[in-house]
């Protein structure tokens, strides 16, 4: 029942219609869905009775009404206002993360600055949640791992000191941006709208961030109503938009709050972040995939030059065993699997039926690379030099079985097949054709 699932299930049940009574039907399955998914129901209202009209507007038929509702979803996604990260016109620019406890403002406050330190941005991530015990340890080890500077101050249980503390540090550096995570609530309370409040003066911040849970559903909608109401948000950022999310609540989230929605939190690690982009959620929407999306992620881990270079290789059958182990370290970079998966055209579905695939600790990578490390120089870069006897020798000096050894190269074997199939003009059809 996630957004994605729902679209596309209507949308396949649409198949000919061509009158009025066919329109009909395909907007209240359209409305099912919808309302399924756990879209508000008045967005639901509003986008079936435009859909409606916008369809009717031409001659009736399957054409006309993806058009119409790919135009009714662009109306309801963008809300004026800013779009993914903006820079203030001097640095640093300083935002201030809010949101309730358990939102996941820590975890979007590493993964933004993972996001702007891969744009060569220099980034300061402020500890201002001193409510919570463990808050400073947690974002200690999130600055370890992503390699970011963390400013921190355990000689006060002020907020407000150690904001203009680390604004004095940011002044006299040279930081692009600085990241104030700040403390949260199980719920709003005077308490906290008011410690926020002097936070925001100390901070003066270019930009102010509602993390919303979308685990939450409606819930998020009116927090994030109330933050904006009592401290002034100018953009929501939607975390845990994976797992168990049902998701319809992005789709009605900017034109309800009436603030943009700017990023997507999608998984636990560092990489699950996208900046929110109307039309790519559409096209994801509608099953077309977000091609964009996934260069843009891939981008980052795999650099240009190498991706050519293995293209060749792999058109001329001659991918090896180091091309392989250097194509899981760049899996490795990229994220989970299951938020790879959803934009790719047509595999919307299949990435909730992909259990997230952990590239770090998966024993099938850590069996392939100890195998790999007992194969010669000469025997990883040509694989078609593995008769019984090498692959015994390899077997003893990994300790796996042979029949592992085999099962793995063969696997190898045809990985190499459908890449090279794939890499063709055809690839993505080819792709596309053979999951149906
Ligand atoms: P905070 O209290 O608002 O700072 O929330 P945290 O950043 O500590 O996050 C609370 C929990 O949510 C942690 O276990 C995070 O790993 C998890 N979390 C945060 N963002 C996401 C996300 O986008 N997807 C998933 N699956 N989990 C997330
Ligand atoms: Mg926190």
Known sequence: ??????????????????????????????????????????????????????????????????????TTLHKLLEVGGNKGFVFAPNPPTVILMTGLQGSGKTTTTGKLAHYLKSKQKKVLIVAADLQRLAAVEQLRQITTQIDVELYEDETTKNPVEVVSGALKKAKSGIYDVVLIDTAGRLAIDEELMDELKCVKDAANPSEIFYVADSMTGQDAVKTATTFKEKIGIDGVILSKYDGDSKGGVALGLSSQVKVPLRFIGSGEKMQDLEVFLPERVINRLMGFGDIEGLAEKTAGAIDEKQAKKLTKKIQKGKFNFNDFLEQMESMKKMGSMKSLMGMIPGMGNMSKALKDFDMENSSELKNIKSMVSSMTPKERENPDLLNNSRKGRIAKGCGLEIVEINRMIKQFKNA??????????????????MMG
């Open 1 to 70: 029942d996630t957004l994605t699932n729902s679209f596309t299930t209507a949308i396949k049940k649409i198949r000919t219609f061509d009158d009025e009574k066919a329109l009909s039907k395909a907007l209240v399955e359209l409305k099912k869905s919808l309302l399924k998914a756990d879209v508000n129901h008045k967005v639901v209202k509003q986008l079936i009775d435009e859909v409606g009209i916008e369809t009717r507007k031409g001659e009736i038929g399957k054409d006309q009404f993806l058009e119409a509702l790919r």
């Open 416 to 433: 190499g097949k459908m890449a090279k199939k794939f890499s063709g003009k055809n690839g993505m059809k080819d792709l596309q054709a």
